[in-house]
């Protein structure tokens, strides 16, 4: 499932890159199997364990965090195509120890069960505010629709997005 | 996944050069990684096509042309087309989810292959990942499987959204190889599976889609895309219908009309187009219209329903349409 992304690996350099990268402000370079995806270089080699892995195919956000200031599934892309890149995760989103406001939203809201998908959810729901898509409920639902929640806390999370946005 | 190379194109010149010794062009990845994890997808060498100047929305007074690495979510939010082109819009917004329409590039989604379980299933048989293997879908799970254009060797639904509107548009693909530069009309674009389903496109090998282009028309205007899918968002089609309509003085004066989810490619339906042409627009009429959705549907075990919903999303898009101001 981790194929290629562990760093005792010997470096192929015929099937390995390397990659310069930002993650939440800091510069990083990282050697990778080419296979690496964005996800597991996050999570295996930056050690950035707050962007989870679900599904592994796109389906269910646990994944999402922004590239450019764009929310994406970290699962569907090669670590390699983003030499360059500006990435934040949910790590990256607190400022001088003050949460985000849609994280406190998150909590003031009870906008979670398990916690597994909160990661996901927040960082597309940071991107679904900024895209301007928080008109009304049924507008938040459609464009979170690519977060799921087992728990089924979405009802929660609908109002946490809509508040942060009527805050931000 | 299989061990790959990996170089990113800095100009045509070099990913032309790549693809010509064997590499997979990657843009988006939103398919093909997830096809290469599953093993569906093996190629031993993979060039990024990103930095290739493929990124205009150039909108005329007569045309439009759309650059291939344009995200699905910059051309759903550009005001010219939503204006012009709502169609086009609609059906992007309606695909995938708000992620995978950022990163999913425009000339990738005419590419994505089909989302039939056999085909994603390396341990089933499928004639389009394993040509001569035979078909698990035609005597199996096929309730979201295709109703027109199908084989007796591949039945699988083309799962794209946007084709259905261009094709509804007549949009044409423009691609670069290296005897320069072709225009391919989307009619003629997208093969139906017959004997050979592994072969998808028309596409000469190694070329690039550079972009898509369509002429600014009054269906254009006034058009729209509908749905109709399991759940509310984030699935495929179970059938969806691209219309676009010029109406005046209550008279149908032209019409276009595609249907998704049916089909083995986006299908187009000049039987209904012909009925529609002429005539005093309103209800009797879509009802009428629309009974020619299915012609020629032959229908599997399991999606049987296809022929009356596909008639059912036609006729409803008719309506919506012809009532827009």
């Known amino acids: 499932m981790l194929a290629g992304c562990g760093e005792d690996e010997q470096a192929n350099t015929a099937t390995s890159s390397v990659v310069r990268v930002r993650i939440n402000g800091e510069a990083r370079e990282i050697t990778v199997d080419n296979r690496t995806s964005l996800l597991d270089m996050l999570r295996e080699r930056a050690n950035l364990t707050g962007t989870k892995k679900g599904c592994d195919q796109g389906a269910c956000g646990a994944c999402t965090i922004l590239v450019g200031g764009q929310r994406i599934v970290s699962c569907l892309t090669l670590a390699v195509m983003h030499d360059g890149a500006e990435i934040t995760t949910v790590e990256g989103l607190e400022r001088n120890g003050r949460l985000h406001p849609l994280q406190q939203a998150f ?62 | 996944m299989f061990p790959f190379q990996f170089t990113k194109a800095p100009d045509e010149a070099s990913a032309l050069a790549a693809a010509a010794s064997g590499a997979r062009y990657i843009a988006g990845g939103t398919t093909l990684v997830d096809l290469m994890r599953e093993t569906v997808e093996r190629p031993a060498a993979v060039v990024d096509i990103n930095a290739l100047p493929y990124r205009d929305i150039d909108l005329q007074a007569t045309r439009l042309r759309v650059g291939s690495l344009v995200r699905m979510s910059e051309l759903a939010t550009h005001q010219g087309v939503r204006s012009q082109f709502p169609v086009i819009a609609q059906a992007l917004e309606l695909s995938a989810s708000a992620q995978i329409r950022n990163m999913a590039s425009i000339g990738g989604n005419l590419m994505q292959r089909p989302r039939c379980l056999y085909f994603r299933d390396v341990s089933a048989a499928c004639n389009r990942r394993v040509p001569g293997s035979g078909c698990a879908a035609i005597e199996g799970r096929n309730r979201t499987h295709a109703i027109l254009g199908t084989s007796d060797s591949c039945v699988a639904t083309h799962p794209s959204d946007l084709a259905v509107a261009l094709t509804a548009l007549d949009a044409v693909v423009i691609t670069r190889d290296s005897s320069g530069e072709h225009r391919i009309p989307l009619s003629d674009f997208f093969r139906r599976p017959g004997g050979t389903p592994d072969q998808e496109h028309n596409l000469s090998a190694g070329a690039l889609i550079v972009g898509i282009e369509m002429r600014v028309v009054p269906e254009g205007r006034r058009s729209g895309y509908v749905k109709v899918r399991d759940r509310e968002s984030f699935e495929f089609a179970l059938a969806s219908a691209a219309v676009g309509l010029d109406i005046a003085a209550g008279k149908v004066r032209a019409a276009r009309v595609a249907v998704g989810g049916v089909g083995t490619v986006p299908w187009r339906l000049p039987a209904v187009e012909q009925a529609l042409v002429d005539r005093t627009a309103g209800p009797d009429l879509w009802r009428e219209a629309a009974s020619h959705a299915a012609d020629g549907a032959k229908p599997l075990s399991e999606n049987g329903f296809k022929v009356e919903l596909v008639k059912r999303t036609v006729e409803r898009q008719l309506a919506t349409v012809a009532g827009l101001p």
């Open chain 1, 107 to 168: 909590i003031d809201e009870d906008a979670f069960q398990c916690g597994y998908c909160t990661a996901g959810q927040i960082m597309s729901g940071v991107g679904c505010i900024k895209e301007g898509h928080t008109g009304s409920d049924a507008e938040i639902r459609e464009w979170m629709s690519g977060n799921v929640c087992r728990c089924g806390a979405y009802t929660n999370i609908v109002t946490a997005v809509a508040n942060a946005a009527r805050n931000t």
